[in-house]
């Protein structure tokens, strides 16, 4: 008679995540933007948008818009349990939390949080575009995000954060912050 077998079950582990993996890109121009950003990452957490990883904080030209002051800028990886649409509803939610009013487009502003992926799946709304639609082309976007995920392949060009990054056209400057700065 042979012995009784169970399927093999893995064992426990403490770093499994629930939820749905998430990239946000987090920038700050506005009052103390290094405590904005990290506001903006306590806010998310009690919204249901927990973050794992932070990628370290770079100064950044401003793109698009000028002349206004550089931003601080930062990635995160996240898990949440939200679907798209209510993740951009929470994202929201924080921005009006720490003081962003509407006002001018790419202009100042105390927060800014963009969903640059959300697991690989793909989002084409008036209100909601993941991926989102010009992080390839982003220095400030793509630098902090291969910290965290140089491996991770747009879900559509199928390239990995490592090498759009290479390939970027932006010769924006992006800086590595110093807290002393």
């Known amino acids: 008679m042979l012995p009784e077998t169970k399927p093999a079950t ?3 582990r403490s770093d499994l995540r629930s939820g749905k993996q998430v990239y946000l890109s987090l920038g700050s121009n506005r009052g103390d ?10 806010e998310l957490g009690k919204a249901g ?12 030209e401003p793109v698009d818009f000028g002349p206004q002051a ?5 990635a995160v990886e996240a898990t949440t349990e939200f679907m798209p649409m209510q993740l951009l509803k929470a994202v929201k939610s924080v921005e009006r939390t720490l003081g962003r009013r509407p006002g001018v487009n790419k202009g100042p502003r105390p927060i800014d949080i963009d969903i640059l992926l959300y697991e690989n799946v793909l989002v084409r709304t008036a ?8 992080m390839n082309e982003r220095r400030f976007v793509l630098i902090p995000l291969r910290e ?8 559509i060009s199928r390239r990995t954060v ?4 290479h390939d970027s056209p932006d010769l924006s400057q992006v800086v ?6």
């Open 10 to 12: 893995p064992p426990a």
């Open 33 to 42: 933007r290094l405590a904005n950003l990290r506001r903006a990452m306590e």
């Open 49 to 60: 948008v927990k973050v794992h990883r932070v990628s370290s904080f770079y100064k950044t």
């Open 70 to 74: 550089w931003f601080l800028n930062c």
């Open 127 to 134: 209100a909601l575009t993941i991926p989102h639609e010009r």
């Open 148 to 155: 965290l995920a140089p491996t991770v392949r747009h879900p």
């Open 162 to 165: 490592a090498e759009m990054l």
């Open 176 to 181: 590595r912050y110093k807290p002393e700065e």
